[in-house]
């Protein structure tokens, strides 16, 4: 099957399958129940294009062959050649923000293509989940984010992961990353780097202070299409309402994280992460 042109790549209505169906070039079968009343909604009839991907970065153009109350056929097509993930992996640690304001950072974070999100429970933590309580909101949150990809062009869902309590991850799965993830850096009030100095001579091609924010010049490599070196990654933590606690910023810092700034400004704990992911994204894509 021929690959499908970039320019079309956003034109057509998306959906993500998971592995519920084959994305194999001419397999015919259902689509999912979910994809299928979207369809329905459209009052798209057969023959009309739609684009199916799978969150791990697979995406195929698929037509529908029928139309009926219950059940849209389609048969998958050639795939789809894009990539719209970020040059580098970044993780956004972070309290909790309480109300919805945690499905809108979600959303938004996706959006702005960040790797995975860890939601974190702090000694200043309005919101406190654990146990089935957590295990729903963490379903919820993975399919906002697979809503935002639809939305956004992206072919991978970052991940969600399970809700741990701050004290508790530093000791576990955050000491992991030292190998996937180089560059550790924590929210911080005290004496800080600023963001933009602290990404300076890191990420997939070291950067100089003069043309990590340069967005005149833009980034040859996504211009031309040839591939640019995977970097070490980055994680950014940040607290809840009322930021982290002097003993939680502590505890990070003498794991050998770096006190990062995002200026003079008090920001929102749903505000700190995508600001500081729009800023990454911007200095490397």
């Known amino acids: 099957m021929d690959q499908i042109e970039k320019g079309r790549s956003l034109v057509l209505p998306r959906f993500h399958v ?3 169906i084959s994305l194999l070039p001419g397999t015919v079968c259902a689509l999912p129940d979910g994809a299928a009343r979207h369809v329905q909604v459209l009052r798209m009839q057969p ?3 739609i684009q199916l991907f799978d969150g791990q970065g697979r995406e195929h153009q698929a037509r529908v062959t029928e139309m009926g109350r219950k059940q849209v056929m389609v048969e998958v097509e050639g795939p789809v050649v894009v990539n719209r993930e970020l040059p580098v992996k970044v993780t956004l ?6 109300n919805d304001r945690m499905d809108a950072l979600i959303e938004k974070a996706a959006e702005l293509g960040v790797y995975a999100i860890q939601p974190l ?3 200043r933590s309005v919101l406190r989940l654990d146990g089935e309580r957590a295990l729903k909101k963490v379903a919820h949150w993975h399919a906002v984010a697979i809503s935002a990809c639809e939305q956004s062009g992206r072919a ?10 701050l004290q508790n991850w530093l000791k576990g799965d955050a ?3 030292e190998a996937s993830a180089g560059h550790k850096g924590v929210l ?3 004496d800080a780097v600023s963001l933009r100095a602290w990404l300076v001579g890191k990420g997939p091609a070291a950067l100089t202070a003069g043309d990590a924010f340069n967005a005149a010049s833009g980034d040859a490599s996504q211009s031309t299409g040839t591939s640019r070196p995977e970097s070490p990654g980055f994680v950014f933590l940040s607290g809840p309402e009322g930021g982290l606690s002097e003993n939680e910023e502590q505890a990070a810092l003498g794991a050998g994280w770096t006190a990062i700034t995002l200026g003079a400004r008090v920001l929102r704990a749903d505000t700190a992460p995508l600001a500081a992911l729009s ?5 490397f894509e």
């Not at 640690?93 to 309480?98: K, L, N, S």
């Not at 991978?156 to 309590?165: A, D, L, N």
């Open 156 to 165: 991978v869902v970052p991940q969600v992961r399970q809700v741990q309590t």
């Open 93 to 98: 640690a972070m309290g909790m923000p309480a």
């Open 121 to 123: 429970v702090c000694e």
């Open 18 to 20: 998971g592995d519920e």
């Open 47 to 49: 023959g009309g294009l």
């Open 279 to 283: 800023v990454i994204g911007a200095a």
């Open 175 to 177: 000491a992991t990353l």
């Open 188 to 190: 911080s009030l005290r």
